[in-house]
């Protein structure tokens, strides 16, 4: 999943980034609101983690400028303001959950699992897709009860596929789910992971279909897969 970090304390914002990102996901970290809000304008991310004390443009206005453009996106706001009525402002504004400074990452991450799971249509961590059973919390994936071995950025791949089912997703869709700005994937890198899910899910009820010169399309299905 993509996943913004607005945080201006640069240790702290490296520190989440670095966390995140070795669970698979693609991460970025901005320091500055104004910058931050103007890259949200036209490029969408799954999840945001929103400092409130920003240079710019504050935190809070930030998100008030999401939320009156429609934006949907989930936001974790980090603070440390821990007043009730602060929280309770943050929420009516518009915040999805927040954290209070200092964290442990470990709640961090299933605060961020949570909403992603959220933004995807699932009430529960752990689900069931014909066959293959999905475990967010360990990044754990079971065909036939049989647990399967998977990298973490495959089983972001995954994701992907199964929060979009039945949705025809470009090459270029999936790049900004899957890998930060600072990474510069190969052409041929979404064929690459892309073929190496189809093999590690040929006995589970996931068929991912090629469709030639658009992208890739994923159903849950009991038919034959194509490979």
């Given at each position: ?24 996901h693609g ?6 609101g ?11 991310v ?8 920003l240079p ?32 309770i ?34 009430a ?18 079971f ?10 950025r ?16 470009s ?14 994937p ?26 030639r010169?658009?992208?890739y399309?994923a ?9």
């Amino acid at each position: 999943m993509r996943i913004l970090v607005v945080e201006d304390t640069q240790v702290l914002g490296q520190a989440i980034c670095e966390r995140l990102t070795s669970l698979g996901h693609g991460v970025d970290l901005i320091g500055d609101g104004k910058r931050a809000d103007e890259l949200l304008k036209y490029q969408s991310v799954d999840l945001i983690l929103l400092d409130l004390n920003l240079p710019g443009l504050s935190g809070l206005q930030l998100l008030q400028k999401l939320r009156q453009r429609d934006d949907d996106t989930p936001v974790l706001i980090l603070t440390a303001r821990d007043q009730i009525e602060d929280r309770i402002r943050l929420l009516d504004e518009g915040a999805d959950d927040y954290l209070t400074k200092p964290f442990d990452f470990g709640e961090l991450e299933a605060r961020c699992r949570a909403l992603l799971r959220r933004k995807q249509g699932y009430a529960a961590n752990t689900t069931e897709h014909g066959n293959i059973l999905v475990n967010r919390d360990s990044r754990q994936v079971f065909i036939d009860g049989e647990l399967t071995a998977i990298t973490n950025r495959e089983f972001r791949l995954l994701e992907i596929f199964l929060g979009h089912l039945g949705r025809v997703l470009s090459k270029d869709e999936i790049t900004d789910h899957l890998f930060n700005f600072n990474e510069t994937p190969g052409p041929n890198a979404i064929e690459l992971y892309v073929g190496r899910l189809r093999k590690k899910m040929v006995k589970g009820d996931l068929a991912i279909n090629t469709l030639r010169g658009i992208g890739y399309v994923a159903e849950i299905t009991k038919s034959p897969k194509p490979q």
